[in-house]
């Protein structure tokens, strides 16, 4: 579901974002920071996928769902 933003594309944008976030006991992604920027559209595009991306499977501690922390990077380059 990743767009690469045209205007990145037309600039020749290569990098990794990297984004962290708090994953819920329910699976919503909740407190979003970007970690490491490379271009805003990129940066903007990255938070979109995370936001908008299905449920995330909760951390288990104890047989009980947990809040959790996430860093995730995402890649963006031409092939």
């Given at each position: 579901?990743?767009?690469?933003?045209?205007?990145?594309?037309?600039?020749?944008?290569?990098?990794?974002?990297i984004?962290?976030?708090?994953v819920?006991?329910?699976?919503?992604v909740?407190?979003?920071?970007?970690?490491?920027?490379?271009?805003?559209?990129?940066?903007?595009?990255?938070?979109?996928?995370i936001?908008?991306?299905?449920?995330?499977?909760p951390?288990?501690?104890?047989?009980?769902p947990?809040?959790?922390?996430?860093?995730?990077?995402?890649?963006?380059?031409?092939?």
């Amino acid at each position: 579901n990743l767009r690469y933003p045209k205007k990145a594309i037309k600039n020749d944008i290569q990098g990794k974002v990297i984004v962290s976030f708090s994953v819920e006991k329910d699976g919503t992604v909740s407190d979003l920071f970007l970690f490491r920027s490379v271009e805003y559209s990129l940066d903007q595009e990255t938070a979109r996928l995370i936001e908008a991306g299905p449920k995330w499977i909760p951390a288990i501690l104890n047989r009980e769902p947990v809040r959790s922390f996430k860093l995730q990077p995402v890649t963006y380059r031409f092939q």
